[in-house]
């Protein structure tokens, strides 16, 4: 039978690994022979340790929630002995990476070249610069390599030498007193910085660093369709690392300027028209500036009623790595006019006269032609 790992360390199935960790470290603390020299917490730790080996590991732990056991079907003992935990200190080395028992097992130096880190820079476009794709030349300020020493950090090349204060480990280590007994801890060389190495004759210009700071011009091309938030990527353009190391990603951010005209939503653009109460009625002819195709003419139907909304089908911005481009949606406002003169009152009422069977009306909630806010109401709650 499959035995409980999850249970022997007191988490659930669906546990991630950092509560795995956690639930056996607090454990280990508790049952270590270095700890508790009684028998039954020996023989638990042995358990304990098992568990872990087997729940840390996604291939076993995949063997375990299909039910079966990877420690009885060939993938050996583990616990107090087997497990490599062989001391206290290589329990906290586990966790800690630092720290660990007097048999050694000391990290390696870093060394001194490392990679750069990614840079960030935003930028602001028109919407019609999203919509078309540009070249935007930046001035970027970041860590560039040491045109003099050329990333070496060293003055007229000057070998690095071996630091006098870790011995080139990388690290320095002290004993500590805790409830658990003495533990040896570990640090980056305050010297070296954990390089293990020092420059003792270093660069004029950078300090033996490798690397300066400077202020530089770059052109970044932006591809059409961008949105606001987007992230263009240069590659190899950010920070240099230290000691010449490869340099970091630049990340250009787009910051979409808000239009005088059109909103936009993802692809599609939205726009409103006013259109006079006669023009609505008779139809008309508008023509809408448009971002990529330029003065476009717009039919508004005879009888175009209050909110409706006419689309031009591929008239908006294009979609990002793709020929295809969203629609241009005019939402119409009809306005009706606030003042009349005589002549213009005279006709309205003879046209009145014309369709005297129309007059107001008050609709009720349950009218199917109801466009009011009862309807509006109705078809949200209805969900259409």
């Known amino acids: 039978m499959a035995r409980d790992y999850y249970g022997l360390l007191g988490v659930a199935k669906n546990a991630t690994d950092q509560e795995i960790k956690r639930a056996y470290r607090k454990l280990a603390r508790e049952l270590h022979p270095d700890v508790n020299p009684d028998e039954a917490a020996q023989v638990k730790f042995r358990e304990v340790s098992s568990a872990y080996e087997v729940l840390s590991d996604p291939e076993k732990r995949r063997i375990v929630d299909m039910g079966g056991?990877?420690?009885?079907?060939?993938?050996?003992?583990?616990?107090?002995?087997?497990?490599?935990?062989?001391?206290?200190?290589?329990?906290?080395?586990?966790?800690?990476?630092?720290?660990?028992?007097?048999?050694?097992?000391?990290?390696?130096?870093?060394?001194?070249?490392?990679?750069?880190?990614?840079?960030?820079?935003?930028?602001?476009?028109?919407?019609?610069?999203?919509?078309?794709?540009?070249?935007?030349?930046?001035?970027?300020?970041?860590?560039?390599?040491?045109?003099?020493?050329?990333?070496?950090?060293?003055?007229?090349?000057?070998?690095?030498?071996?630091?006098?204060?870790?011995?080139?480990?990388?690290?320095?280590?002290?004993?500590?007193?805790?409830?658990?007994?003495?533990?040896?801890?570990?640090?980056?060389?305050?010297?070296?910085?954990?390089?293990?190495?020092t420059i003792p004759d270093p660069c004029r210009k950078c300090g033996g660093d490798g690397r300066v700071r400077a202020r530089r011009e770059i052109a970044a091309p932006v591809p059409a369709g961008v949105a606001n938030g987007m992230r263009v990527r240069l590659a190899a353009q950010g920070e240099v690392g230290p000691g010449g190391g490869h340099a970091g990603d630049l990340y250009v951010e787009i910051v979409e300027q808000p239009h005088d005209v059109f909103v936009r939503d993802g692809d599609d653009l939205h726009c409103t028209i006013r259109v006079p109460m006669v023009d609505a009625a008779?139809?008309?002819?508008?023509?809408?500036?448009?971002?990529?195709?330029?003065?476009?003419?717009?039919?508004?139907?005879?009888?175009?009623?209050?909110?409706?909304?006419?689309?031009?089908?591929?008239?908006?911005?294009?979609?990002?790595?793709?020929?295809?481009?969203?629609?241009?949606?005019?939402?119409?406002?009809?306005?009706v006019p606030a003042k009349l003169d005589s002549k213009q009152t005279e006709l309205l009422r003879k046209y009145k006269g014309m369709r005297e069977r129309e007059h107001a009306e008050v609709l009720t909630a349950q009218s199917e032609h109801s466009s009011g806010l009862f309807a509006r109401l109705r078809a949200s709650f209805s969900g259409r």
């Not at 971002?291 to 089908?313: H, K, M």
Request: a negative charge; glycine letters at 18%; one cysteine or more.
């Open 282 to 335: 008779l139809g008309t002819t508008v023509v809408i500036d448009t971002i990529l195709d330029g003065p476009t003419e717009l039919t508004i139907p005879a009888g175009t009623q209050p909110g409706e909304i006419s689309v031009l089908r591929g008239h908006g911005m294009p979609r990002l790595r793709s020929g295809a481009r969203g629609d241009l949606l005019a939402h119409l406002e009809i306005v």
């Open 69 to 197: 056991d990877p420690l009885e079907s060939g993938g050996g003992g583990a616990g107090f002995n087997g497990a490599g935990f062989g001391g206290l200190g290589d329990v906290f080395e586990a966790f800690f990476g630092g720290m660990n028992s007097t048999a050694g097992g000391a990290r390696k130096p870093r060394g001194r070249v490392q990679p750069g880190a990614d840079s960030l820079i935003r930028t602001r476009l028109s919407l019609a610069e999203c919509a078309v794709g540009v070249t935007k030349h930046l001035t970027v300020d970041t860590a560039i390599l040491c045109d003099v020493c050329q990333g070496s950090g060293a003055h007229d090349n000057a070998k690095p030498v071996r630091c006098e204060t870790c011995g080139g480990a990388g690290e320095v280590q002290a004993v500590q007193r805790s409830f658990l007994g003495q533990v040896l801890t570990s640090r980056p060389c305050p010297t070296c910085r954990g390089a293990g190495e």
